[in-house]
């Protein structure tokens, strides 16, 4: 069964940066799909970013060229770069892998923009 793990989030202030990473217990070329998505409080899960085997990436309008998702095929790990975060960017970052319809959530990440 394949496992998704995040880190690197935490409290950072408006404009700060963070860089979440997502380790996989599988090798990541695996997925169809790897990608992140958040959940805000009272807010419906919503993608941050994706990227999929051919190195395709897809980013949410609210991202504006502010976030960079990336991958290491070497360590098995997604990352997103977070730059010039906002106060709306307040969510749990969820990591997120696809094999056809088989979908694998990790168990999601805190991030809190606030002064």
């Known amino acids: 069964q394949v496992q998704l793990v995040e880190s690197g989030g935490g409290l950072v202030q408006p404009g700060g940066s963070l860089r979440l990473s997502c380790s996989s217990s599988?090798?990541?070329?695996?997925?169809?799909?790897m990608g992140w998505y958040r959940q805000a409080p009272g807010k419906e899960r919503e993608l941050v970013a994706d990227?999929?085997?051919?190195?395709?990436?897809n980013y949410g309008q609210f991202v504006e060229g502010r976030f960079i998702i990336s991958r290491d095929g070497a360590k098995k790990t997604l990352y997103l770069q977070m730059n010039n975060l906002k106060a709306e960017d307040t969510a749990v970052y969820y990591c997120?892998?696809?094999?056809?319809?088989?979908?694998?959530w990790g168990q999601g990440i805190l991030v809190t923009v606030s002064p």
């Open positions: 997120h892998a696809r094999v056809l319809s088989r979908v694998t």
């Open positions: 599988e090798n990541i070329f695996f997925f169809n799909t």
């Open positions: 990227i999929n085997v051919g190195g395709v990436t």
